[in-house]
């Protein structure tokens, strides 16, 4: 489960347990939300992170930023293991680990201007001067296509795609190493989201980001991702470069998923696979299938 380039970030057993709702009387139970999940992103890699809605990806993106704090396992970012650190030990790792999270309406705050939703955040790590705080505003501002005269308006005066693009902004204002993209085109228009994809992979490519890209899209996903890793019921069931597994599935789960995707032509021919959660064990753990592609069968 080797990741390309120099490692970044190591997941190694991570769990997460939520209480189920019981009775009164009844013993308390709990939910494994995301159970035993590992996994590796090397520098400038994109990781994408699949399964269908409640599988569990979300809470893996958010134990990784230490949203959460994992019941168990080992969270290794640039060789420390950040899941033992307290709350001062956190704030320079959290400079290097940003988000971008599913709904650009909520995630910004609509009673600052977009000026400072970007600029916050590096007054908050750096001491700079005010001119130079806004001259980095506005580069940031022209690096993910909003125009500087937008700089003083409300949140609710963008677009959906321009409101997410200047959550990338604010994410990208720290310059940070790894950014946790949590399903951010999937409350988007079809035509917007091909539009922040790009963006994504354009900064990609010009500041040496590494993605953990998590979506249930999956055409989406196989456009920018350099692995992918398919969850279900909180576990990993199948990872590998993302063109040997979209060619070559070999869980049921990933087969089942592979053949929902929409294809342009209506009359072409297609199987669609009714998963049988039967037909594997559930609690098998990941084996080579071939080079660089594991899967839990």
Known sequence: MSAPGNLLLEVQGLRKLFPAKSGLLARKQFV?????????????????????????KSTTGKLILRLLDPAEGEITWRGQRIDRFDRAQMRPVRRELQAVFQDPY????????????????IRNYERLPAAEVRARAVELFERVGLRPDQMLKYPYEFSGGQRQRLGIARALSVRPRLIVCDEPVSALDVSVQAQVINLLMDLQ?????????????????????????????????????TERLFESPAHPYTRALLSAIPVPDPDA?????????????????LRQVTEGHWAAV
């Open 32 to 56: 494994h939300a995301v159970d035993g999940v590992s996994f590796k992103i090397g520098a400038s890699e994109t990781l994408g992170l699949v399964g269908e809605s409640g599988c569990g």
């Open 205 to 241: 490519s010009e500041l040496g980001l590494s993605y953990l890209f998590v979506a249930h899209d999956l055409a989406v996903v196989e456009h920018i991702s350099h692995r992918v890793a398919v969850m279900y019921l909180g576990r990993i069931v199948e990872m590998g470069a």
């Open 269 to 285: 021919p297609r199987q669609r696979i009714v998963l049988d959660p039967g037909s594997f064990d559930r609690a098998a753990g």
């Open 106 to 121: 909520s995630s910004l705050n609509p009673r600052i201007r977009a000026v400072d939703i970007v600029s916050e955040p």
